[in-house]
T-cell receptor
Framework: ETGVTQSPTHLIKTRGQQVTLRCSSQ?????VSWYQQALGQGPQFIFQ?????ENGRGNFPPRFSGLQFPNYSSELNVNALELDDSALYLC???WGRGDSPLHFGNGTRLTVT | AQSVTQLGSHVSVSEGALVLLRCNYS??????LFWYVQYPNQGLQLLLK??????LVKGINGFEAEFKKSETSFHLTKPSAHMSDAAEYFC?????????????FGAGTRLAVHP
């Protein structure tokens, strides 16, 4: 069983740039959720994708967007990067839209300078 | 609305001592409750979860938690700490609504274990 993998592991960008983070879900999972974890805080829900459609979103601006592909992998895109976007971005996969447990990847550490 | 409060951002125990990490929640619907552990430079690993049924939940690595509705608490315990338990622990609440499952996390408690 392959777990959740995220790439890249680390990334440094400049304010105003755009970034794409990638996530491969665990085999058998069809739902992907993205979380932002700022330093010293708990993860915050960004959005969830189920069968290639966004079906839930947290309190994040539209410059945070995503995609889910037919193989259930996913991308998180952030436009017009701000310094406060510096964080660990976690991807989690699960089965269905209900309360099945989330399986997290190791995250992508984004630094915006 | 749902929220989670973890009491104590840092907890330090001696190896072999009892571990107690506190979590209180707020939820307008019967909650599902979780504890996750995060080791340095890693993602989150599920320790245990409560959905329905027995209020004492046993998880991995010797951890357990008890759901107390009257106290809106879900404290995590382990009888005897190991050095390898040093990590960040997060309590989370969820209940699928509107067709999607969202975890709401507390701010975390960093557990230090000293010899």
């Amino acid at each position: 069983e392959t777990g959740v993998t995220q790439s890249p592991t680390h990334l440094i960008k400049t304010r105003g740039q755009q970034v794409t983070l990638r996530c491969s879900s665990q085999s058998g999972h069809n739902t992907v959720s993205w979380y932002q974890q700022a330093l010293g805080q708990g993860p915050q829900f960004i959005f969830q994708y189920y069968r290639e459609e966004e079906n839930g979103r947290g309190n994040f601006p539209p410059r945070f967007s995503g995609l889910q592909f037919p193989n259930y992998s996913s991308e998180l895109n952030v436009n017009a990067l701000e310094l406060d976007d510096s964080a660990l971005y976690l991807c989690a996969s699960s089965w269905g839209r209900g309360d099945s447990p989330l399986h997290f990847g190791n995250g992508t550490r984004l630094t915006v300078t | 609305a749902q929220s989670v409060t973890q009491l104590g951002s840092h907890v330090s125990v001696s190896e072999g001592a009892l571990v107690l990490l506190r979590c209180n929640y707020s939820s307008s619907v019967p909650p599902y409750l979780f504890w996750y552990v995060q080791y340095p430079n890693q993602g989150l690993q599920l320790l245990l979860k409560y959905t329905t049924g027995a209020t004492l939940v046993k998880g991995i690595n010797g951890f357990e938690a008890e759901f107390k509705k009257s106290e809106t608490s879900f404290h995590l315990t382990k009888p005897s700490a190991h050095m390898s338990d040093a990590a960040e622990y997060f309590c989370a609440v969820s209940r699928a609504s509107g067709g999607y499952n969202k975890l709401i996390f507390g701010a975390g408690t960093r557990l230090a274990v000293h010899p």
